[in-house]
């Protein structure tokens, strides 16, 4: 029996790229920024650590979606909250 959202951490999503391509992230952190929340997510079988920060959406339906961050203002914002995060933590 699982419960849903117990490991948030190792939480594992599937992303389908514009190839229709499909690769698997880790959940790494949910960030909220100015009322909006973004997914940190690390690639899992691939070479390059490169996180991603995607933000959480909905369709037309209410389905939650992730979207790239179209404004560059905006991830830069994120990226730094993300970034300070970090910081804080590792100074613990």
Known sequence: MMTEHEHEQDEVITLVD??????????????????????????????NNEAIILKFDQDEDGNELLVDIEDDEEWEKVSD????????????
Do not use: C, K, Q
């Not at 514009?18 to 690769?23: L, S, T």
């Not at 960030?31 to 929340?37: H, L, P």
């Not at 909250?81 to 613990?92: K, L, Q």
């Open 18 to 47: 514009e190839e229709g391509a499909e690769h698997d992230f880790a959940v790494i952190d949910i960030i909220e920024v100015d009322d909006s929340e973004y997914a940190i997510l690390l690639p899992v079988e691939e070479e």
């Open 81 to 92: 909250a993300w970034e300070e995060m970090i910081a804080e933590e590792d100074m613990e």
